[in-house]
């Protein structure tokens, strides 16, 4: 493939990246318009991304798997036209079944389209310098896109509606459709099987166990609501481990694991982004709920934030040359983990400037130094018959994050209240204890690199040439 091809389908594949995070992060800001549009109680409001991340983190791993073996390009269209189509569905949704089933259905083209856009990158570009280069972008457009859908959705909220920010993803799907059939090569199919029980087990292991923690924050522990799924979910999650042992063709191989770098980045980024989506949900909440924001200004104020992100994973680079990999994602953790406690100290007075915006800056250079440091080291030394399932296995990673993070963080603010009321110095605390969460953990993901990673790395600089 000659150079001016490489860079169209890099751009195709960014782009489409882009498109599936911008979205998730046009929710965020959404939330208290779509709330108190389509009625969605205080728990259940989380479904609107729970239900999209458990099908994106459940069905991943065969959606990589379906790239291996029915063609990239072939998948890569399919992602997007369900990705598409599901975003029209949302943006005409009338009631929360109706959307959080919508949600769920553009979780499944996510699931198809994000290994397959990772993979696309891992196959086409030589792992070395070139390939760090390409996935450096793919982290960086992660977090930047991120952050500019908190802008988009808060303007389209504001002015608009929450539903314009779904409706976008309309033209912008259709023309990557258009690009793709014209600029992504197809992959030669392989002959196999999909481990279609391995799917099942996995998404209804992990419904079931979000659900549970849902059902805590909205019940309690000891309810039979509560027992039942997180019993049925840890059950139905060893038979998937026990079932991808046995599988001739396994959705997960478990192989991958192999490597103690791999299965570190693995676990700090499952930590690290339960973390960070718990600081996204909580905190647009925070600037609307006890500051009064419009949704517009309530985006606009990530924008500090977004600039750092962006600022930081452009010098990724540069920093892993001088400091490593492992190095660059520890210094990122910190930055994350130090921004997240200092936000765990808000009261109603706090001062915006230095009380949430400053944090909020430091929460975004930590996510620019870490997403994608994580991304390289999830896909280390991985073989090209591997190269989809590791693809794969880093989005599950960041969706598992998402959705269990987020659940154990819902259960964490239910837990919290003090006076069971809804003052706005209630709502503070609750979410300042909230923020706490999730700088721990945020620590848990360093001490998982500094173990796997960076003492790994050292060590291996130490032994005979």
Known sequence: MDDTRR???????????????????????????IREGLGFTEAGLSWVQNAYTLAFGGLMMLGA??????????????????????????????SPAWLVAARAVQGVGSAILAPVTLALLSTTFA???????ALSWYGAVGGITASIGLVVGGIAADLLSWRAGFFINVPIGLLLIVAARRYVPE??????????????????GMVSLVYGLVHAAEESWFHLGTAVPLATGVA??????????RAAQPILPLRLFASRERSGAYASRVLFVGGVMGFFFYTTQYLQG??????????????????????????????????GNAGTLAGGLVMSMVGMAWLGQIEVGTPLITGVMLPMVLIGAGMGCSMSPLTIAGVSGVAAEDAGSASGLVGVAHQLGGSVGLALLVVVFAMSAATGSDTQSELTHRIGTVMAGGAVMSALALAVVLTCLVRRRTAESRLPL
């Open 7 to 33: 860079s169209l389908l890099l751009v195709i594949a960014l782009v489409s990246y882009a498109m599936i995070v911008t979205d998730n992060s046009i929710v965020i800001t959404g939330l208290p318009r």
């Open 65 to 94: 798997r379906a790239g291996d073996l029915l063609g990239r390009r072939r998948m890569l269209l399919a992602g997007l036209a369900i990705f598409t189509a599901a975003s029209l569905a949302i943006g005409l949704a009338a």
């Open 127 to 133: 792992e070395g310098p070139e390939r760090s280069r």
């Open 187 to 204: 992959t030669a199919k392989r002959t196999g099987r999909f481990d279609l029980a391995g799917a099942v087990l996995s998404t209804l």
């Open 236 to 245: 139905l999650l060893s038979l998937f481990i026990w079932n991808e042992a």
């Open 290 to 323: 006890v500051l009064g924001m419009r949704p517009l200004w309530a985006g606009m104020a990530f924008l500090p934030s977004m600039l750092a992100n962006f600022m930081a994973a452009m010098f990724v680079p540069r920093l892993v040359q001088r400091l």
